[in-house]
């Protein structure tokens, strides 16, 4: 290993690719590693690839998600404590819905209310 200081005062540190390469592993591995133990505490979850075509591909999230969490609207709307007509025009993209209304279902589908935006 070896320090350059640069004109400007700031200290640089040169070392071998392998050492830097060897680095980089390390910290691609504790990354892994604590994305499987959020996963292992309930933290975060994996999202099958279906889901998120379905969401790239502009399908109103709620109704994605609600499947995917294998809810009918009618036990979805019941957990909300919404109509079902109501979530049926939130899903259908007539309503937007109230950010309260958003928050329940959120709550509901175990999301972060980012997750239906």
Do not use: C, F
Request: hydrophobic letters at 45%; a negative charge.
């Amino acid at each position: 290993m070896q320090t350059i200081t640069t004109p400007n005062g700031e200290t640089l540190v040169v070392l071998p690719l392998r050492e830097y390469e060897n680095l980089l592993d390390k910290a691609d591995i504790a990354a892994a590693d604590k994305v499987k133990a959020d996963i292992a505490a309930g933290r975060d979850e994996l999202v099958p690839s279906e889901v998120v075509d379905q969401l790239l591909a502009g399908e109103n999230p709620v109704k994605v998600w609600r499947n995917h969490r294998g809810l009918t609207a009618r036990d979805l709307a019941a957990k909300a404590e919404i109509s079902a007509p109501y979530l049926s025009e939130i899903e259908s993209g007539k309503k937007e819905g109230s950010l309260s209304v958003m928050k329940k279902i959120a709550q509901v589908l175990d999301l972060d209310l980012d997750d239906l935006a």
